[in-house]
């Protein structure tokens, strides 16, 4: 588990397969420029056993795995030569027997309930979705947290920039395993350049920052009430008048005692708060611990940062 949890912040993991083994480095590289120091090595191809042990010497930063896992000897050779995590397509207790005998994370693939139960009788509770869009895609994986609440998964299998973005609003996805970020073509070619653009567009979609609106301090309630009705004739917007605000449509909001930003705050939206603060902590941006408010679930959904942009604070929800 202590393998996941570092792997929870970045929510992509890279699935790649590597024909030849000196690509392997300056492919990590790449990965963890774009700020995602995540890799799953497919056992696919006769150079996986030396990527893995390439990247583990050479860039120990990344967080490196070891996928299509079918057999014991495949799970001794990729747990020998470094691999952090192994991931099977399907559920092989004797792969299962083995990591946690070697205490290292695995991850079988499961797409039924059956299978699900058949995984928490091994004592699993991180599981590969897989195929996941043909297996109903989301709405399946949203589905099965419901009488599953205790596992996470890792939906896998056609799933793009988009469809990143998509499964990474659902609480119980610990991450999405991406292999059109890098395709062997890119890999032989050595473009390893737009493959670190592909990895960074990838990080964005996790988190899908989007301004929801700007709060203005208004000073006191009669004079926010006039701020927001000046917009309102000047624009025709509809003014929504609350206990501590009043809105000028959806996206202007004055605030009626002035917030923790000089000149007010801007709302920003993000599929999960919790991976999205972790994301900024990286950059050097703090929080103030004492704006977080969490949902009925524990979850974190909302708080402000301590930094100011343009006199504007940040808030997160």
């Known amino acids: 588990m202590k393998t996941f949890n570092k792997i929870y912040p970045y929510g992509v993991i890279p699935v790649i397969a590597i024909d030849d083994s000196r690509h392997a480095v300056p492919l990590a590289k790449a990965f963890a420029r774009a700020g995602l120091p995540v890799m799953e090595i497919t056992f696919r191809t006769e150079a996986a056993e030396e990527s893995i042990r390439r990247i583990a010497q050479e860039a120990p930063e990344v967080i ?11 799970a001794q050779r990729a747990i020998e030569a470094g691999a952090q995590f192994l991931v099977t397509p399907g559920l092989n207790p004797k792969v299962v027997s083995y990591s946690q005998e070697h205490q290292v994370d695995v991850v079988p693939g499961v797409s039924t309930p059956t299978e699900v139960e058949q995984a928490i009788g091994l004592g699993l509770n991180t599981l590969k979705f897989f195929p996941a869009e043909v297996s109903g895609g989301a709405a399946a994986v949203k589905a099965l947290g419901g009488p599953y609440r205790e596992i996470s998964f890792i939906p896998t299998g056609g799933i793009d920039e988009r469809r990143i973005s998509e499964y990474s609003r659902l609480g119980n996805v610990l991450a999405c395993g991406a292999s059109y970020l890098a395709d062997r073509r890119l890999i032989a070619e050595e473009r390893f350049d737009e493959i670190e653009a592909r990895a960074r567009a990838a990080v964005k979609a996790v988190h899908n920052f989007t301004v929801a609106h700007v709060g203005i301090n208004g000073g006191s309630e009669e004079e926010a009430k006039g701020v927001a009705q000046a917009f309102c004739s000047l624009f025709g917007f509809t003014k929504e008048e609350g206990r501590i605000s009043c809105f000028a449509s959806k996206e202007i909001e004055v605030m009626y005692d002035d917030t923790y930003g000089v000149n007010g705050h801007l709302s920003i939206t993000a599929n999960s708060i919790d991976r999205a603060l972790r994301y ?15 949902n009925e679930q524990g979850k974190m959904r909302f708080a402000y940062l301590k930094n100011q942009i343009g006199g504007f604070a940040i808030h997160l929800y």
């Open 64 to 74: 490196l795995g070891a996928g299509t896992i079918l057999q014991v000897e495949q």
């Open 280 to 294: 900024l902590q990286r950059q050097g941006v703090e929080l103030r611990k004492d704006t977080i408010k969490y």
